[in-house]
């Protein structure tokens, strides 16, 4: 099977790379900069925000995974309405005109916008997005809807919850790296979906091999929920450190996290929401409609024994 990639140097990216490859199939890995993939693969460097896209790129390809997309730091809006809206349209419409059969679209659950409470949300359970990036996803999301609802091409968008794994970015490096520097425990409440890399990848393989007709959205999560209270104790458990004291009362946290958004000075989920709110997702309609089935648990991918710090390094 001859695929392409975009964003194939990001996190998801190369996992994916390195999973085609060894399956055989031929990848065509797309990157802004065009740095090699950590086994030295050469990527072809494209700007698909400024339109560099060439029609011969896409001569034989079957599936296009589009993972690229600006995300986990502050942009201006109109970077990603051109990134991860337009360019989004742009390299579906030039898949849709090279007769690719499948398109799958990574988007984000950021696409739903703000959780309205408690409950784990399906697929039409959504609001507004609250910030650039959500919005940015939600635009593209409604634009292959709109244009290619009628395709002869599968068109699959996918929103993932937090994705963790080796080499990731983001909250849960950020929360190893304070339990290592003796955070004390975090007050119990709230809940979080994610999702492995490894399951992600699984799925995204799944999709390609068995493209299903017509136009699908499916939240990509695997059904449990986290809080960081339980995140920071099996981190513990991990670095052989045992239970950690919950010193630091409930509105010593609040008042933290408060400080820290004045710091940051920029508009996005509060700090508190992150830690201790409640976002929970169903991935029900996905397990209905395919037979990929979730695998991976945290506790695997952390890997190792108590104590030696563990495989998984955020």
């Known amino acids: 099977m001859k695929c392409l990639v975009s964003g194939a140097t990001g996190f ?48 034989g390809v079957e599936v296009v995974f589009h993972l690229a997309g600006i995300a986990h730091r502050q942009a201006e809006p109109d970077a990603y309405r051109q990134v991860n809206h337009q360019a989004t349209l742009t390299l579906a419409r030039a898949a849709e005109g090279a007769g690719v059969r499948c398109f799958v679209f990574l988007s984000s659950v950021k696409a739903m916008g703000p959780s309205p409470g408690d409950a784990a949300r399906g697929e039409q359970d959504c609001l507004p997005p609250g910030d650039a990036y959500g919005r940015s996803k939600w635009l593209a999301e409604s634009g292959l809807r709109e244009a290619f609802a009628a395709s002869a091409m599968a068109v699959v968008i996918l929103r993932p919850a937090l994705v963790y794994g080796a080499g990731a970015k983001g909250n849960l490096e950020l929360l190893a790296k304070a339990v290592r520097l003796g955070l004390p425990r975090p007050p119990a409440g709230g809940g979080r979906s994610m999702i492995a890399c490894e399951d992600l990848v699984a799925l995204l393989l799944y999709v390609a091999d068995h493209p299903p007709r017509g136009m699908h959205t499916w939240i990509v999560c695997d059904g449990q929920s986290y809080s960081s209270r ?22 010593a946290w609040h008042l933290g996290a408060s400080l820290l958004d004045r710091i940051r000075r920029h508009p996005g989920e509060p700090t508190w929401d992150k830690l201790f ?11 209905a409609a395919t037979g990929w089935r979730p695998r991976v648990t945290l506790e695997a991918s952390l ?12």
């Open 277 to 287: 709110g409640t976002e929970l997702y169903s991935n029900r309609a996905l397990l």
């Open 230 to 251: 339980y995140l920071y104790d099996l981190l513990r458990r991990r670095m052989g450190r045992g239970v950690g004291t919950a010193w630091l009362p409930a509105w």
């Open 12 to 59: 998801i990216g190369r996992h994916l790379c390195q999973q085609l490859a060894d399956r055989g199939d031929t990848v065509i890995a797309l990157s802004r900069s065009g740095s090699p993939l950590p086994d030295g693969t050469p990527t072809l460097a494209l700007d698909l925000a400024a339109g560099d896209l060439e029609p011969d790129l896409l001569q």
């Open 303 to 314: 890997g190792g024994q108590p104590g030696d710090g563990g495989k998984w390094q955020p």
